[in-house]
């Protein structure tokens, strides 16, 4: 018997067709091995920058921060009823680029994996998407 490949499953989470695909791998994965799954969502942070000092706070605009965290929570919440799932957590996190959000969040969560969904830029996406 060998051990399982993953303990932390880190999935980038957006309510998109390409997000609930994100999560259904996810789940899949972490219930075959036995994981624990956070679903994580990042949102779009400007941070401001005060002359002669260290960058201030992130500012979110709240109708986006509250959007973001209540379909996060209804994803997470849905996951609740999914046989052999180990623990779920939820995160909203703050970031100027998606990917640099999900790639910090993994390295303080100590993921061993991270899940995304499809993109429609790239030319399989562009393929489908023109159909």
């Known amino acids: 018997m ?61 109708g986006q921060r509250e959007r973001a965290a209540s379909a996060l929570k209804e ?3 849905e996951l609740a009823a999914v046989p052999r799932m180990g623990h779920v957590e939820r995160r909203l996190e703050a970031s100027g680029s998606p990917a640099r959000g999900l790639h910090d969040t993994a390295v303080s969560e100590q993921a061993d994996l991270i899940v995304v969904g499809s993109t429609h830029h790239g030319p399989l996406g562009q393929c489908c998407s023109a159909q």
């Open 2 to 62: 060998t051990a399982n490949p993953f303990a932390r499953i880190l999935v980038g989470y957006v309510p998109t067709e390409q997000g609930a695909d994100a999560r259904a791998l996810g789940v899949d994965l972490a219930a075959s091995c036995g994981a624990d799954l956070l679903l994580v969502s990042v949102v779009s942070a400007v941070w401001i920058e005060h002359i002669g000092e260290q960058t201030g706070p992130a500012v979110i605009h709240s």
């Open 75 to 77: 994803a997470a919440d």
